[in-house]
């Protein structure tokens, strides 16, 4: 009786883990107005609630910046290639473009802490299938309990009219595929270890250890330390996103209610007409000595509710390495340069997930590599192909006028040539002798059109402005380069 309490209460923790996955993919979809409703009753009496209900405000959504904001490795161009080359890899990730799907895997992986990504084959071509920790259950190792021995996710045509089906797929290291319904009975066996005949025998296989090799890989945000699954990063992103939603349908509820004012009307006989309602021009009549009418303004510090909002939002950013400048978005007030300075946390967290997500990509190959060789034997992917990646930088913007003063200071100083000059400007040109017939060229016509135009210094220096780069008087002459 206690090791079925205990089954049990482990069974619910997981429900209640994957409920908690789901409200954070809800609110990444921008699908949490329940989720606000729910902490309304939670927070006001139930005739506040009534009054709030139709000013739900879902507009600040900082979950979701936060995610897409931290979410950088795949944001640039990301290059991937096998030693010796192989044309079946290569034509696959051409095929399914799967820089859209590690993107989709990155900014999940930050949302949920946890993705899973399933490689399969479906229609004779592969495919990956991102499997989120909402629908999915892991059978942890008893010797390693951030490993899986087990998977199950659970699937359902929730979008074909009529149709109520769920389906288990349970996945095991045993060397089992089998499919079970919603009362978790066996409906199909893909794949069965106590299949005598051989005929549904399992068939991938680790080269490197032998053992059986589920074609799932795992992406954790941070490395696991003694469980499977991280339930608890990033509550402090969803609550905040949550106080946020709450704080900006008060803020909306009282702009409505400081907006209009209410009539008061005083008196022994007081006459207030029905259709005062819907004509506030409507005549109003009290009788008696002490009749009064006038109207109530009610004073109402929207100023101080914004304070809180800006600053709810902005402690929240920084602790994910955004800065407030950036969340609003006033970056043409800020030179590239300042931008790296206060977004360094962001590119230090970009710099965390870099090797965790290496490992991810070489673990995949390897999946993708054992499922492609077992399902395709005319187009294999070599056994000794060696996988490799290579991320492209992060572009942070820079100033036009700052960059150009810079490389003019770089040339200047003999650190780049005039072909390196141009080409950093015209990266379409690609050899440096080139860049540098073409400069001369532009140069030789520039200085034509100073003999033509002799008020031309004195235009380009109106253009330009007081941040332009400082114009030297060259040799025998004066406005040179």
């Not at 883990?17 to 409703?37: C, G």
């Not at 199909?188 to 890989?217: M, Q």
């Not at 339930?231 to 349908?249: C, F, H």
């Not at 101080?304 to 800065?323: R, V």
Request: hydrophobic letters at 35%.
């Amino acid at each position: 009786m206690v090791e079925q309490n205990f089954l049990r209460a482990k069974w619910q923790a997981d429900r209640d883990r994957q409920a908690e996955a789901q409200d954070k993919l809800d609110l990444y979809m921008d699908d949490f107005e329940e989720i606000i409703k729910t902490k309304m009753a939670e927070l006001f009496h139930k005739e506040t609630v009534g009054r709030l209900l139709y000013h739900v405000n879902q507009s600040q959504n900082i979950l979701k910046r936060v995610v897409n904001e931290i979410s950088t490795l795949y944001k640039t161009e990301t290059v991937r290639s096998t030693d010796p080359e192989s044309s079946q890899y290569q034509g696959f990730l051409e095929s399914m473009n799967i820089d859209v799907t590690m993107k989709k895997i990155n900014r999940y992986t930050n949302l949920l802490n946890e993705s899973l990504l399933k490689v399969g084959v479906r229609q004779g071509k592969l495919v990956y299938d991102i499997i989120t920790p909402n629908i999915c259950t892991v059978i942890q190792n008893e010797a390693d309990p951030t490993q899986a021995d087990a998977i199950v996710y659970m699937t359902t045509r929730v979008n074909t009219p009529g149709s109520k089906d769920i389906r288990y797929h349970y996945w095991s290291k045993d060397g089992d595929y089998l499919i079970y319904d919603e009362s978790f009975q066996i409906v199909e066996r893909i794949y069965d270890s106590f299949d005598e005949s051989g005929s549904l025998a399992y068939p991938y296989i680790d080269p490197e250890t032998g053992l059986y090799l589920l074609p799932f890989v795992t992406f954790h945000r941070q490395q696991p330390d003694s469980t499977f699954w991280d339930q608890d990063s990033g509550r402090d992103l969803y609550n905040a996103t949550v106080a946020t939603a709450i704080k900006m349908s008060l803020f909306d509820y009282y702009f409505k209610v400081g907006s209009f004012k209410q009539i008061y009307l005083i008196g022994d006989k007081a006459d207030i007409p029905s259709k005062q309602i819907l004509d506030p021009l409507t005549v109003l009549r009290g009788t008696g000595e002490d009749a009064e009418i006038g109207v109530l303004d009610r004073e109402i510090d929207m100023e101080q509710l914004k304070d809180a909002i800006i600053f709810q939002i902005n402690t929240i950013i920084n602790n994910y390495g955004i800065s407030a400048d950036q969340y609003s978005l006033v970056v043409s007030e800020m030179s590239g340069r300042a931008l790296k300075i206060r977004n360094r946390g962001l590119l230090e967290i970009r710099k965390e997930q870099l090797p965790i997500f290496k490992a991810g990509e070489e673990e995949l190959f390897k999946v993708t590599q054992v499922v492609n060789n077992v399902h395709f034997p005319n187009n294999q992917i070599q056994d000794s192909a060696e996988f490799k990646i290579d991320y492209g930088e992060l572009e942070i913007p820079e100033d036009p006028m700052e960059d150009l003063e810079h490389q003019t200071k770089r040339l200047r100083s003999g650190i780049i040539s005039p072909g390196q000059f141009y080409m950093h400007f015209n990266p379409d040109i690609k050899d440096e002798e080139d860049a540098e017939k073409k400069i001369a060229e532009n140069l030789s016509k520039l200085e034509k059109m100073r003999i033509k135009y002799p008020n031309l210094d004195d235009a380009l220096d109106f253009i330009l402005g007081p941040g332009a780069p400082e114009r030297r008087p060259a040799a025998g002459g004066e406005g040179e380069e």
